[in-house]
């Protein structure tokens, strides 16, 4: 089949790639390369260097696909605290230009979302039918609403125009070639370790999270393309081992071996005034595992270590203390 992947240069998207070639699947990867890296490119995937709000390039990309898988997006709350116009044009547009080239050659399609749709009131388990708690003068809720947006138009194109689409909210996804620059909190730990700096915990590092290994996250996001059933559905993708930040912290310091230990950062000073923090986010994935029986085959200990060995910290199999 063809497939095409937008965002196929960044984090998930190239994870994703690499595993359809392996299948034996032609991948196509659309993506303007702003945040994506050309090296992240599995051997074998077509680039087409694009940004996808250009109607005319989505289009093209998608003539003969039988699945496009929607990764493309602004990345990350630093990048998303320093230009939330940006952000919501990458988001709204770029989804609508998709959503739109989609419905028109009929071709099936996975939508990546967030669990920062929910609103930053919202913690606990969250279930995918739990109303939103967004406020659009809040800082941080640009890019969530953007995120809403693009789900709404998908479910109402599913509706009106019968597109074939599911949504996959996905929860703090992890792993190799996952970069520091726009605060991901993992990826940041391991930079500061490599570096021999201290490892910035924003606020008091309370914050109860889950993170999923990005193979388990690949394999979730293709069984929920792969599922007729999950046609028209919001699903979570995550995981649900909690950690808080502070004790991620904690155990990236035991397992390299660091003495630099821990800063406590304001997130004020990174994000400035109004950018809130849930105390706890977990997803419930009782709807995932109905669907398409999906279970994690990885740990937190699994990520940690495959995520410390990719940057040269420690050998593969070391264990976590």
Not at 28 to 37: E, M, Y
Not at 176 to 205: I, S, W
Request: with cysteine; glycine share 10%.
């Amino acid at each position: 089949m063809r497939i095409v992947v937008t965002g196929g240069a960044g984090f998930l998207g190239s994870h994703l790639g690499a595993r359809l070639l392996a299948e034996g699947h032609e991948v196509l990867v659309l993506d303007d390369l702003s945040t994506g890296r050309i090296d992240h490119l599995p051997p074998g995937a077509v680039l087409r260097r694009a940004d996808v709000r250009d109607a005319r390039a989505v289009g093209e990309a998608l003539v003969g696909a039988g699945l496009v898988l929607h990764m493309a997006a602004a990345v990350g709350p630093a990048l998303v605290a320093r230009d939330p116009t940006g952000t919501w044009s990458r988001n709204v547009e770029g989804t609508a230009r998709v959503l739109e080239a989609a419905a028109m050659h009929g071709t099936r399609v996975l939508l990546a979302s967030t669990s920062e749709v929910y609103g930053p009131a919202a913690e606990g388990s969250l279930e995918e039918q739990r109303p939103s708690e967004l406020l659009t003068s809040a800082r941080r809720d640009v890019y969530a609403l953007s995120k809403a947006a693009g789900e709404a138009y998908a479910l109402a194109l599913a509706r009106t125009h019968l597109l074939p689409v599911t949504v996959a909210r996905l929860f703090n996804v992890v792993g190799p070639r996952q970069g520091d620059r726009y605060g991901m909190v993992l990826a940041r730990f391991a930079a500061a370790a490599r570096a021999g700096r201290a490892l910035p915990v924003y606020g008091d590092g309370l914050q109860r999270r889950c993170f999923l290994h990005v193979e388990d996250a690949v394999t979730a996001l293709l069984a929920l393309a792969r599922t007729p059933a999950c046609e028209g559905q919001v699903v979570n993708v995550g995981s649900e081992e909690e950690v808080t930040v502070l004790a991620l912290a904690q155990r990236v310091l035991a397992l390299t071996g660091s003495r630099a230990g821990i800063e406590h950062v304001p997130l004020e000073r990174v994000y400035g005034e109004g950018f809130s923090d849930p105390r706890r986010r977990r997803p419930d994935l009782r709807r995932l595992r109905e669907l398409t029986g999906f279970q994690p085959a990885r740990t937190l200990e699994d990520a940690l270590r495959d995520v410390l060995a990719a940057q040269g910290e420690v050998p593969p199999g070391h264990p976590v203390r």
